[in-house]
């Protein structure tokens, strides 16, 4: 079945750094979503692609769809406490299901 | 008030209980799933309803029963679990079940089974 691979797996950055995580799989999505989930919280969506080369950006948050339709990013600039969580990538290609990946574990240390 | 709810927050059972989750949401959805997430692993997708008419059933084990009475509402009803099935059950719903669906998510159930 589809999967996604996302990297890194954990970040322990600095207050004030801007952070990048992506994501990547073998075959086409035609959907890309970015989730947060904080401890003891369910996942929030945070950011929606619809179209390769897409770049969208939701505050400090700014998330590409890959040309090749394989892959995306999340970038968070200017990173501050509460940033902290875990970042999931989600995608949907030609079935139904979305595919997530394992997540991105971020520690902001102020 | 979030518009996925579910309940109870945390759920301790016995190997020999039966028990049931529930979930609610108010967005005017009409696609609504359970997902297990456990500790190092992917979200996995347990159930999927549209409609009310279950699409998808992933393989779950049949100690895990789903119900959906109605759009807006979601149950799992849990019996004879193992120490394995311990886990973050996610409950999401989406405008429907299909292809650019954006997955709005409960804050989710701990379960853990002794």
């Known amino acids: 079945g589809q999967q996604l691979n996302q990297s890194p797996q954990s970040m322990f950055i600095q207050e004030g750094e801007d952070v990048s995580m992506n994501c990547t799989s073998s075959?086409?999505?035609?959907?890309w979503l970015w989730y947060k989930q904080e401890p003891g919280e369910g996942p929030v969506l945070l950011i929606a692609?619809?179209?390769?080369?897409e770049l969208t950006s939701n505050g400090r948050l700014t998330a590409q769809f890959g040309i090749t339709r394989k892959d995306s990013f999340l970038n968070i600039s200017a990173s501050i406490p509460s940033d902290v969580g875990i970042y999931f990538c989600?995608?949907?290609?030609?079935?139904?299901?979305?595919?997530f990946g394992k997540g991105t574990k971020l520690t902001v240390n102020p | 008030e979030t518009g996925v709810t579910q309940t109870p927050r945390h759920l301790v059972m016995g190997m020999t209980n039966k028990k049931s989750l529930k979930c609610e949401q108010h967005?005017?959805?009409?696609?609504m799933y359970w997902y297990k997430q456990s500790a190092k692993k992917p979200l996995e997708l347990m159930f999927v309803y549209n409609f009310k008419e279950q699409t998808e059933n992933n393989s779950v084990p049949s100690r895990f029963s789903p119900e959906c009475p109605n759009s807006s509402h979601l149950f799992l009803h849990l019996h004879t679990l193992q120490p394995e099935d311990s886990a973050l059950y996610l409950c999401?719903?989406?405008?429907?079940?299909?292809?650019?669906?954006?997955?709005?998510f409960g804050q989710g159930t701990r379960l853990t089974v002794v």
């Open positions: 075959s086409i999505f035609n959907t």
């Open positions: 999401a719903s989406s405008h429907s079940w299909g292809l650019n669906t954006e997955a709005f």
């Open positions: 989600a995608g949907q290609g030609g079935s139904e299901k979305l595919v």
């Open positions: 967005l005017g959805h009409n696609a």
């Open positions: 692609l619809y179209k390769a080369g």
